[in-house]
């Protein structure tokens, strides 16, 4: 055995011309995607940023400063505080603090209005003790990525909202509910495309009709109709989660057809290869032809529609609970915090309470991004 490739992979140094065409024809599906994918610059940089949104979701307690019903009558649609690092008013100081306000009530519009208090000087720490929390409900903490390092004292990096709640706070509870609903509802649209999809393809005629009407039956109700109508279904005396499950399966109900019809596309031009008949001939059942031979030969295709599909998710749910129609108070999601702040008042005085907007912008470029990397790296023919 030659081990100078080995030898040379393992301390970084480039293989030559015959050894990269060997190791490129040894090399498994899954690690050819891997060395097409991290060529793409833009997509490496959003896996990074959905890395990143990921960890916020996960461990929304412990990167929000505050709580997201934290809220202070003072502090009404109090604007964005500067980040400090460098103390100069009194000699060279290291050290992260921010400046406290100074509010008036405006006689003729009764509007709060703010100044920079210079003389309030409020530090802010990393990983500093604050409100307590349960982790997972499986353990308390007390412990903050950033905060103020007096518990009493408030920060408000991305503003306050009409109630005084801090806005980062806000979004970033609001990524664990807008995300967890994408992902959900992806899973679920992929087990009954998938599912359905693949009963249409591979067995064909009249199960492959029937399923086939259904599916055009779906896809020819125009889709904020049919979401309005059925999120109106849902009682509203329900709880948060419950709510939160329905609009979850409304979503996934919605959005199965599409890969349904890729993956009978796949079915029926998979069902007469050489491999399927093979796989007959010795014996295997439908399940495993269609599980361990048929499924497995585009699962590439399905990843990237997948990625493709979980921006569309977030989108629906942001639209309809930005419609009053989807979730509502005090369950906080990034369209909930967008319905609060439909009104002139937010739009003219406290833009920054449209921030969720941006989030969620930011969210569906970087997985549209993503989603288009693994299609061009899982592509056969690049």
């Known amino acids: 055995m030659d081990l100078l490739p080995l030898m040379r992979r393992r301390r970084g140094a480039p293989l030559d011309g015959e050894h990269a065409k060997s190791?490129?024809?040894?090399?498994?599906?899954?690690?050819?995607?891997?060395?097409?994918?991290?060529?793409?610059?833009l997509a490496m940089f959003s896996t990074a940023v959905i890395g990143a949104l990921v960890f916020v979701a996960v461990f929304a307690e412990f990167v929000a400063p505050t709580a997201p019903g934290d809220y202070s009558a003072e502090h009404?649609?109090?604007?964005?505080?500067?980040?400090?690092?460098?103390?100069?008013?009194?000699?060279?100081?290291?050290?992260?603090?921010?400046?406290?306000?100074?509010?008036?009530?405006?006689e003729e519009t009764l509007a709060r209005?703010?100044?920079?208090?210079?003389?309030?000087?409020?530090?802010?720490?990393?990983?500093?003790?604050?409100?307590?929390?349960?982790?997972?409900?499986?353990?308390?903490?007390?412990?903050?990525?950033?905060?103020?390092?007096?518990?009493?004292?408030?920060?408000?990096?991305?503003?306050?909202?009409?109630?005084?709640?801090?806005?980062?706070?806000?979004?970033?509870?609001?990524?664990?509910?807008?995300l967890s609903i994408g992902l959900v509802g992806v899973a679920l649209a992929f087990l009954l495309?998938?599912?359905?999809?693949?009963?249409?393809?591979?067995?064909?005629?009249?199960?492959?009709?029937?399923?086939?009407?259904?599916?055009?039956?779906?896809m020819s109700i125009p889709t904020i109709p049919l979401w309005m109508g059925l999120s109106a279904a849902v009682p509203r005396e329900w709880g948060p989660l419950q709510t939160y499950f329905a609009i979850t399966v409304i979503l996934s109900l919605i959005g199965w057809t599409d890969l349904a019809r890729v993956?009978?596309?796949?079915?029926?031009?998979?069902?007469?290869?050489?491999?399927?008949?093979?796989?007959?001939?010795?014996?295997?059942?439908r399940t495993r032809i269609i599980g361990r031979h048929m499924l497995p030969s585009f699962t590439s295709h399905i990843v990237a529609s997948?990625?493709?599909?979980?921006?569309?998710?977030?989108?629906?749910?942001?639209?309809?609970?930005?419609?009053?129609?989807?979730?509502?108070?005090?369950?906080?999601?990034?369209?909930v915090l967008m319905q609060e702040a439909q009104n002139i008042h937010s739009i003219a005085n406290a833009p920054w309470t449209l921030l969720p907007g941006v989030a969620v912008t930011v969210t569906v470029l970087v997985l549209n991004f993503a989603g288009d990397g693994i299609r061009d790296s899982a592509d056969p023919y690049q």
Not at 24 to 41: D, G, M, N, S, V
Not at 119 to 136: A, H, L, N, T
Not at 263 to 284: I, Q, T
Request: charged fraction near 20%; hydrophobic fraction near 40%; include cysteine.
């Open 23 to 41: 190791a490129t024809a040894a090399a498994p599906q899954w690690k050819l995607i891997w060395w097409r994918y991290r060529r793409h610059r």
């Open 76 to 106: 009404t649609h109090a604007p964005p505080q500067t980040l400090h690092f460098v103390d100069t008013t009194d000699g060279f100081d290291l050290g992260l603090y921010v400046y406290g306000y100074d509010s008036t009530r405006n």
């Open 113 to 178: 209005e703010y100044t920079v208090d210079e003389s309030d000087k409020i530090p802010v720490g990393f990983f500093v003790e604050g409100r307590p929390y349960e982790m997972w409900g499986l353990f308390s903490a007390d412990r903050h990525l950033i905060g103020t390092q007096d518990p009493d004292e408030r920060m408000y990096l991305l503003g306050a909202d009409r109630n005084g709640r801090d806005m980062l706070s806000r979004i970033v509870y609001g990524t664990r509910v807008s």
């Open 193 to 218: 495309g998938v599912v359905l999809g693949g009963i249409s393809g591979y067995f064909g005629g009249r199960v492959d009709t029937a399923i086939q009407r259904v599916i055009e039956f779906t």
């Open 263 to 285: 993956v009978r596309g796949r079915f029926l031009s998979l069902r007469e290869e050489d491999f399927v008949l093979a796989a007959r001939l010795d014996g295997c059942g």
């Open 306 to 335: 997948l990625t493709l599909a979980i921006p569309l998710m977030i989108l629906a749910e942001t639209s309809l609970s930005f419609l009053g129609l989807g979730l509502q108070p005090p369950v906080v999601s990034w369209g």
